[in-house]
Nanobody, 117 residues
Framework: QVQLVESGGGLVQPGGSLRLSCAASGSTFSSYTMSWYRQAPGKERELVAVIFRSGSTNYADSMKGRVTISRDNAKNTVYLQMTSLEPEDTAVYYC???????????WGQGTQVTVAS
């Protein structure tokens, strides 16, 4: 199993940038596909980005071009770099790990991102 802790959220003005971090511990980080999700008030949780062990990535159309997901296996950390943020991006952002063999999913507690003037 793996424990995930997100950080880097906060208040940012429209058009601003933010980098979220997800630190993993308790297992072999390289055995997991890592993803970022978000959930805005009154909306369902949605996938933002995913990065595979190969380094290949996929992004949701809603944020494509404005976000970059990356991972550093040596540091057991996955990042989400966000730019050109808009009020509609306000949400709790969650980190998720999926074990490539057992398919077990593990979630972090989330970090709040608020985009407002």
């Amino acid at each position: 199993q793996v424990q995930l802790v997100e950080s880097g959220g906060g208040l940012v003005q429209p058009g601003g940038s933010l980098r979220l971090s997800c630190a993993a511990s308790g297992s072999t980080f390289s055995s997991y596909t890592m993803s970022w999700y978000r959930q805005a008030p009154g909306k369902e949780r949605e996938l933002v980005a995913v990065i595979f062990r190969s380094g290949s990535t996929n992004y949701a159309d809603s944020m494509k071009g404005r976000v970059t997901i990356s991972r550093d296996n040596a540091k057991n950390t996955v990042y989400l770099q966000m730019t050109s943020l808009e009020p509609e991006d306000t949400a709790v952002y969650y980190c998720k790990a999926r074990h490539v063999r057992t398919f077990s999913d593990y979630w972090g507690q989330g970090t709040q991102v608020t985009v407002a003037s």
